[in-house]
């Protein structure tokens, strides 16, 4: 099971950094049901997805300014989920994407990626 890349509206995305990053999120359960994960956003740069229901926090994400350690944007991710995940991350000034995927009946892993982005200005 793949999930095809498709352009995601800004109501089902977080858009976290000042505005320059978009992060969506697609799942699939053990019943084979799909879905795109619904955004909250909590501060400028954090947010999270929730799947099945409001009151259950299923993803949260951070995408970091980290120019002035390593000259990156740095992407963090922590999920309370085992279903397939598949988190896209894009800078909307240079269109650059990363994508992260957890698959279906793993825990989902926590994603420290501290070399996400060489866009700093």
Known sequence: ???????????????????????????????????????????EDTGFFWFFGMENVEVVVQVLDGCSFNQRF?????????VEVELTVV?????????????QGRTFVTITDTDAFATCP
């Not at 099971?1 to 089902?12: A, K």
């Not at 977080?14 to 978009?22: I, K, P, S």
């Not at 999120?25 to 955004?39: E, K, T, Y």
């Open 1 to 43: 099971f793949t999930f095809r890349r498709q352009d995601v509206p800004e109501s089902q995305a977080l858009v976290l950094g000042g505005g320059r990053f978009r992060v969506s999120a697609r799942w699939r359960d053990f019943d084979l049901v799909r879905g795109r994960g619904q955004p909250i956003a909590l501060t």
């Open 91 to 103: 800078d909307t000034e240079t269109g650059e994407q990363r994508n992260y995927s957890n698959p």
């Open 74 to 82: 740095w992407v963090f991710a922590g999920g309370l989920t085992n």
